[in-house]
């Protein structure tokens, strides 16, 4: 190839005309044809991307190969910022899964409105709901230890979650 030419050249047709020794050259000095074809695809790609804006070269393969060059750096430099799958792992294990700043203010308010909501229930009937769906009572054992009917603490749970219910759904706020 001979690189002195008497003046100056178009580098894209230069890169046209010596494809073959510019990409074995190449290929020697990054140990992979394939590579080198690429570098040489993504130099032809940046030159017709500035066609119109390219001044002759007197030296074009040292320039080409330089270009082509700087084009596996680049690309190297790209892959080594994407994260591989272990490390996208890792910092998916690192994040934090409890609820954020929003949405504990959001649980807060609700706890407060249900314990006020429980304030308003007959004591009885709040008794009866909490040990049972707190405490995680039978229903028998309930009625046992308040000294009632088994058919009554049933009715007082029913109309203690219909009352929760109903409330409950008024005072949810309201979203688009």
């Known amino acids: 190839m001979n690189d002195s030419a008497a003046g100056p050249v178009n580098l894209m047709e230069y ?3 010596t494809y073959d020794e510019l990409k074995r050259r190449l290929a020697r000095r990054l140990g992979s044809e394939e590579l080198a074809g690429d570098a040489l695809q993504d130099t032809w790609m940046r030159l017709s991307a500035r066609s119109g804006r390219l001044d002759p070269v007197y ?15 680049d690309r190297q430099r790209a892959e080594h910022r994407l ?3 272990e490390e996208v792992d890792t910092l998916m294990d690192m994040a934090d899964p409890g609820p954020g700043p929003a949405q504990s203010a959001e649980q807060e308010i609700a706890l407060q409105e249900m314990m006020a909501l429980l304030q308003r229930m007959p004591e009885r009937r709040r008794r009866i709901l909490l040990a049972v769906r707190v405490d995680g009572l039978q229903q028998r054992e309930v009625a046992d230890s308040l000294g009632v009917s088994l058919r009554l603490v049933q009715r007082e749970l029913k109309a203690a979650q219909e009352y929760l219910a109903i409330r409950s759904v008024h005072a949810l706020p309201r979203r688009l």
């Open 83 to 85: 994260l591989s799958l």
């Open 59 to 73: 030296k074009p393969a040292p320039y080409l190969l330089r270009m082509a060059m700087n084009t596996v750096v």
């Open 15 to 17: 890169l046209l005309g």
